[in-house]
């Protein structure tokens, strides 16, 4: 089993940054690819970012490139997501996700782990 706890969500100003960090414990973590999904009310699940377990491939959705960062640390267990120029559609509970081999970085059902979630608001 990985457990996942998403920290660093908050209220930011249109145009701010944020930092999500996700701390994973239980198996090894650097076995294991990330991902970090969002969804807003009334809507499905995205992806947002992922990462291979080295850290040497990334993925993004086109909606964040250029905004979005997606980086890990396998030394502390932790992956990140830094967010600059956030805009108000960005607005939504953040949930980071392992799995050893996703099939389809896109696709939720590709990931055995989840975390709980975040809240990201960004006010315009």
């Known amino acids: 089993q990985v457990q996942l706890v998403e920290s660093g969500g908050g209220l930011v100003q249109a145009g701010g940054s944020l930092r999500l960090s996700c701390a994973a414990s239980g198996r090894t973590f650097s076995n294991y690819a990330m991902g970090w999904f969002r969804q807003a009310p009334g809507k499905e699940r995205e992806f947002v970012a992922g990462?291979?377990?080295?850290?040497?491939?990334?993925y993004y959705a086109d909606s964040v490139k250029g905004r979005f960062t997606i980086s890990r640390d396998n030394a502390k267990n932790t992956v990140f997501l830094q967010m600059n120029s956030l805009k108000p559609d960005d607005t939504a509970v953040y949930y980071c996700?392992?799995?050893?081999?996703?099939?389809?970085?896109?696709?939720?059902?590709?990931?055995?782990?989840w975390g709980q979630g975040t809240q990201v608001t960004v006010s315009s």
């Open positions: 996700a392992g799995d050893v081999a996703p099939e389809n970085w896109g696709t939720p059902e590709d990931y055995d782990y």
């Open positions: 990462i291979s377990w080295s850290g040497g491939s990334t």
